[in-house]
């Protein structure tokens, strides 16, 4: 296929032609969308090989445990067979992609972790869906701990600083107004609930590292990374969305400008999207926005996967430089009129009604609508889209446990570690204030300051904060989503 060498080439036209859009142009983000059984999967597996062809890292959920079937050869027959012959110019070779599996609770996969401390208190309030109170409580409390040098990683540590807080009011100082008793249990509670179901396992070390997902294939090909989301979507909801803020915040804090490049570093494919906009605080949404705005200059593609653009703010609708839109159903006054705004989101085509076209496509037909050459949209088109070359369906148990055994990220992420932190610093302190007897403790001190020692807790504090700063140069202790935009320190 090197006629096509710098572009994505999704399937063919009416005309048989090859449905074409620039590969430079890839970054300016994308959406799929359809109806339950359109071929979405199939459209998503297909620009996600195409990706790792041209050395384009991706990451993707796999909501339904069948995107992993990238993970091995394909085998044409039937339908699929005959959709590869009507297409000469295809070049279908099966094979499989390097894929990488990961799971929040380590079982299907390479464990998936963050900190809470580079999740920030912004994106924990939304994911403990807290109110403006309970909110600032909890900035209170991130105040604290980056004052103190507390490192925050796991649920543990946090509820251990809220007790802290909740039992020595005064090193609030300033903030003690804003960390009543009914904001420390309403926390503890909301951080109970996170832990039933199950969410804890995102929370500890050792935490995703970003260079881990953009490291190339010896072959040059991009590494395709699925996380499997399929009880995470359905028990936890709202921890799936908020770990992919987190992770398109990471990407654009960490990220170097690119300016034009010739084709991007990275593709994010966030099935379920409207997951991502459902009740998220309009302040939120609209840092949401604005990054999906801003990220593609760092060489990052974002494309939405979703029933129907309205599940998207309009907004987002707006950046979107590649649309595939598969068959959708229209049976109340509502959906017709749903289905007559996504028709006019499409450049007209002389030769066809985008409106008629939309109820009459077939499983694996889509309109698609493009970027020119100069970036301008093109012509909405009617596209059979070809057959990927990897597997259309799931792995079996023992071809997905071969995957990470031989995975080279192996031995990385699969065992937890827990090094000191606030829960163990707090615990420490507690410890010695009931061993000190109050009548020795001023003598203590100062025979500690005399011989230079680091014993008494402010040393320790200094000692073990230096120790993260060597870990962890240029990184603040409290991390909000995109600091930077919303004029918060970093």
């Known amino acids: 296929m090197d006629a096509f060498v710098d572009h994505l080439v999704l399937g063919a036209d009416a005309h048989g032609q090859p449905n074409l859009h620039p ?31 041209a050395g384009v890292a991706v990451f993707a959920a796999d909501i339904k445990g069948d995107l992993c079937g990238l993970g091995a050869a394909g085998a044409p027959a039937g339908k699929i067979a005959e959709r590869i012959a009507s297409m000469p110019w295809l070049e279908h070779q099966p094979r499989a992609y390097p894929v990488t599996l990961w799971d929040v609770h380590g079982q299907s996969g390479h464990p998936l972790r963050t900190t809470l401390s580079e999740m920030g208190p912004l994106l924990l309030g939304n994911l403990l869906e807290l109110t403006d109170s309970q909110q600032a409580a909890l900035y209170a409390a991130f105040k604290v701990a980056d004052r103190e040098g507390l490192l925050l990683l796991d649920l543990k540590d946090l509820k251990a600083l809220l007790t ?7 090193v609030l100082g300033e903030d003690s107004a804003l960390f009543t008793g009914a904001s420390s249990q309403a926390l503890q509670r909301r951080l109970a609930t996170l832990e039933q179901q199950g969410a804890d396992a995102l929370f500890g070390e050792p935490a995703l590292q970003l260079a881990d997902l953009l490291q190339p294939e010896r072959d040059g090909r ?41 084709r991007p570093i990275l593709a994010l ?54 649309r595939v839109q598969h068959g959708l159903r229209a049976f109340t006054v509502k959906e017709q009129k749903a289905l007559r705004s996504v028709a006019d989101g499409f450049r007209a085509n002389p030769e066809f009604s985008a409106l008629d076209e939309l109820t009459q496509l077939g499983i694996g037909e889509a309109l698609v609508g493009g970027l020119e050459a100069k970036g301008t949209p093109a012509m909405v ?10 597997r259309v369906g799931v792995l079996s148990e023992t071809e997905r446990a071969s995957l990470i055994a031989h995975s080279p990220l192996r031995g990385r992420y699969d065992r937890a ?16 204030a009931v061993e000190t007897p109050p009548a020795e403790a001023p003598s203590r001190a100062r025979g500690q300051a005399e011989n230079g020692g680091v014993g008494d807790f402010a040393g ?7 120790n993260q700063a060597a870990s962890q140069i240029g990184r603040q202790i409290v991390r909000g989503l995109l600091g930077s935009l919303l004029g918060g320190k970093r």
């Not at 300016?28 to 195409?50: D, F, M, N, S, Y």
């Not at 605080?281 to 979703?306: C, E, H, N």
Request: net charge negative; hydrophobic share 45%.
């Open 460 to 466: 320790r504090v200094l000692k073990s904060a230096l």
């Open 164 to 170: 802290h807080l909740k039992d020595n009011p005064q």
């Open 417 to 432: 570690i827990d090094r000191e932190s606030a829960y163990e610093m707090l615990t420490a302190r507690a410890r010695e």
């Open 269 to 322: 494919f966030f099935d379920e999207a409207h997951l991502l906009f459902d009740d998220t605080p309009k302040a939120l949404q609209d840092r949401l926005v604005q990054v999906v705005r801003l990220i593609r200059s760092k060489g990052v593609g974002v494309y939405f996967v979703t029933q129907s653009p309205s599940d998207l703010p309009d907004d987002v609708l707006a950046q979107l430089g590649l």
């Open 381 to 390: 088109q009617r596209v059979a889209v070809a057959p990927p070359q990897s």
């Open 222 to 262: 991009g590494r395709i990374h699925l996380l499997d989301a399929s009880r995470l979507v359905h028990e936890a909801p709202k921890v799936y969305a908020t770990f992919l803020l987190w992770l398109l915040a990471e990407l654009f804090e960490q990220l170097p400008e690119r300016g034009d490049m010739d």
């Open 23 to 53: 590969l430079r142009l890839a970054n300016r983000h994308g959406l799929i969308a359809g109806a339950t059984g359109t071929g979405k999967t199939v459209t998503l597996q297909r620009l996600a090989e195409q990706f790792s062809d």
